[in-house]
């Protein structure tokens, strides 16, 4: 008797997990979670909270989508971990905050951000077209490397010769997927 309740349970627990890993369920490591820079938090903060954080920006442009409720502000503050900013908004709310870095090595940049970080492939997706340039896909084989931290929204974007130039605060993860075949 004590033996049909166990099979019944391995069973049981083998036909859940075939559920949840057909049904597309996120497999590998957290989830994505916007954390604040400076007080601003990507996905919640809105233009005038940036304005009371940083001042007003020197130069306002359209996003590289040609999207006329897509924004980015640029900012010319040296800050100590790089020069601050560019604000990227949707619709008026923040998607993202890029630091740029005097190219640092990647133990260095690591240090300032702390975190854990893991090491992501990328290339541009032309299939998904659309305005400006082409979004990033993930790609084993990709050319672009970026080092992110899922539980904090933050990815650091690796140059050719291995140096960090940048660091993004997100409200979403970079990319859209992987990479459709052409």
């Known amino acids: 008797m004590r033996r049909a ?8 627990m083998f036909i859940l ?11 590998s490591g957290p989830g994505w979670k916007a954390s604040a820079y400076k007080g601003l938090t990507p996905g919640m903060s809105t233009m005038p ?3 009371r954080r940083l001042g007003r920006p020197k130069a306002k442009t359209l996003a590289e989508t040609d999207n006329p409720t897509e924004l980015e502000w640029h900012y010319e ?10 604000v990227s908004f949707k619709k ?15 133990s260095k940049a690591i240090q300032i ?14 299939t998904r077209g659309g305005g400006g340039s082409s979004p990033l896909c993930e ?3 990709g050319d672009q490397v970026m080092l992110l931290d899922p539980g904090r929204g933050l990815f650091l974007w690796v140059e050719a010769d291995g140096r960090v130039s940048g660091a993004t ?4 993860r970079p990319g859209a997927g992987e990479c459709r075949k052409k």
């Open 5 to 12: 309740p166990r099979v019944f349970l391995v069973a049981t």
């Open 17 to 27: 997990g075939l559920v949840l890993t057909s049904s597309g369920q996120e497999r």
């Open 49 to 51: 909270d940036v304005i």
């Open 77 to 86: 503050q040296s800050e100590s971990d790089g020069l601050c900013c560019n």
């Open 92 to 106: 008026g709310i923040v998607q993202s905050i890029t630091i740029t870095l005097p190219n640092v090595e990647q």
């Open 113 to 126: 951000f702390g975190g854990r970080f893991i090491k992501i492939r990328f290339s541009d997706d032309d």
């Open 139 to 141: 790609d084993p084989t």
């Open 169 to 172: 605060f997100a409200a979403s």
